[in-house]
């Protein structure tokens, strides 16, 4: 079992920035690729961004997201981050943190995931 908690969200202005962390515990977190996804209201929920086990650290981004969003790990904290700037109103979701043993953009392929928190962008 992995246990993973996010934090960082918060409302912010269009053009501002966030940065999300997603604290792990339970089994070695290195060993696992992790991915943000994030979820509007009404809407699926959809892959953000992931980066692959230390032994790697390959990172790979939605296409709405890329240049503006960065995911990286420190795996002596046991926590990957999520820079997000630049941010617009749609980016408004929940953001969830995800583990899996695979690199994967699928959410299906994730087994832990976190409680999400909330990122609201006003215009």
């Known amino acids: 079992q992995v246990q993973l908690v996010e934090s960082g969200g918060g409302l912010v202005q269009a053009g501002g920035s966030l940065r999300l962390s997603c604290a792990a515990s339970?089994?070695?977190?290195?060993?696992?690729?992790m991915g943000w996804f994030r979820q509007a209201p009404g809407k699926e929920r959809e892959f953000v961004a992931g980066?692959?086990?230390?032994?790697?650290?390959?990172?790979y981004y939605a296409d709405s997201v890329k240049g503006r969003f960065t995911i990286s790990r420190d795996d002596a904290k046991n926590t990957v981050y999520l820079q997000m700037n630049s941010l617009k109103p749609d980016d408004t979701a929940i953001y969830y943190c995800?583990?899996?043993?695979?690199?994967?953009?699928?959410?299906?392929?994730?087994?832990?995931w976190g409680q999400g928190t909330q990122v609201t962008v006003s215009s």
């Open positions: 339970g089994r070695p977190f290195s060993n696992y690729h």
């Open positions: 980066i692959n086990w230390s032994g790697s650290s390959t990172t």
């Open positions: 995800a583990a899996s043993t695979s690199p994967t953009t699928r959410s299906a392929g994730y087994l832990y």
